[in-house]
């Protein structure tokens, strides 16, 4: 395993440890104070730590490198994750509506808030910290279940921060419905980051094409490096978590030989992986009857 896929499966390892840390104190801010809007911030981090579960798996199963069954790798492990995930932050939001329902029925006032205040604040912070390392080094190493942990965890810290100052408001107006308010809220922010997670990751399940820029990149590097050549067509991309797939059909001279073909193959390839990292390459070398003169217009 390269160093930077063995430093991401340390990261993912690292967010269930961080996530059970959390959990736990998030559980004791709700014991010493039985607020609801604190209970739900805890039912959220149950969460996060089956979050990091998953992307632990998926992580560890995307490095597995290609084999007779899946001959173009596990790179998709990591949407599947994903999408377990923000199903699960979906079912997370449900069950906090519940409580939030039941405490409006039946309103209270915390106990010791100044003292579940600190707890929750401490894990608050334990989470931003956090959440910009999974955000950060997920979108280097381009791992779609470490930025969803991270980004999930951001959610977490929004409602956190939500939860205690709504907390703080109870304690000055004496309001003892607002608890289950906060929780309400607490549930449809979820719900929405929860939808946001599903969403993307069925983009990359659908094989979505890299971002526009890239594929400009990619076609400048294709039109410069392929001298000799007569066009490329039918160019198309698509992403499978750090993977890059690209292929197009390249039309030559017909008394061009095989080897002078390759050629031009290979330095538009060498181009290509030095700019496009993690990138699988397929060109189709066709003669020059088969243009279709479109796409990219080499002579």
């Known amino acids: 395993m390269s160093t930077a896929a063995n430093r991401t499966l340390a990261i993912a390892a690292s967010s269930l440890l961080i996530g059970l840390v959390v959990l736990g104190l998030k559980f004791l ?17 149950i969460v996060n ?6 992307a632990l798996i998926a992580v560890r199963l995307a490095q597995k490198p290609a084999d007779a069954a899946l001959p173009y790798g596990y790179h998709k492990a990591e949407y599947f994750s994903a999408v ?14 519940r409580e939030a329902v039941l405490g409006a029925m039946a309103p209270q006032l915390p106990e010791a808030p100044m003292q579940g205040l600190a707890i929750s604040g401490v894990a608050t912070v334990i989470n931003v910290i956090w959440a910009m390392v999974l955000i950060r080094h997920g979108g280097r190493v381009r791992s779609p279940a470490l930025e969803a942990d991270g980004r999930h965890l951001l959610t977490d810290v929004v409602s956190s921060l939500g939860v205690l100052a709504g907390l703080a408001l109870v304690l000055l107006t004496g309001w003892a419905v607002l608890d289950a308010i906060l929780a309400g809220l607490v549930a449809l922010n979820i719900l929405w980051s929860g939808w946001g997670v599903i969403r ?3 983009g990359g399940l659908m ?16 039109a410069t490096n392929a001298d ?38 290979d330095r538009i390839e060498a181009r290509l992986r030095e700019t496009v990292k993690d990138a699988l390459i397929t060109i189709h070398v066709e003669p020059e009857e088969k243009a279709k003169h479109s796409g990219i217009v080499v002579v």
Do not use: N
Request: negative net charge; proline residues 2%.
């Open 29 to 45: 801010a709700w014991y010493v104070t039985g607020s609801i809007a604190l209970y739900s911030d805890a039912l959220e981090s």
């Open 49 to 54: 730590v089956v979050t990091a579960i998953v």
């Open 84 to 97: 377990i995930v923000g199903v699960m932050i979906i079912v997370a939001a449900i069950l906090i509506a």
């Open 200 to 202: 993307q990751s069925i």
């Open 207 to 222: 094989d979505v094409a890299v971002q526009p820029e890239t594929q400009k990149v990619i076609r400048e590097i294709i």
């Open 228 to 265: 000799g050549a007569i066009e490329a067509h039918d160019i198309r991309t698509r992403q499978a978590g750090r993977m890059t797939f690209i292929d197009f059909h390249l039309v030559v001279p017909g008394a061009m030989s095989v080897d002078a073909a390759h050629a031009i193959c």
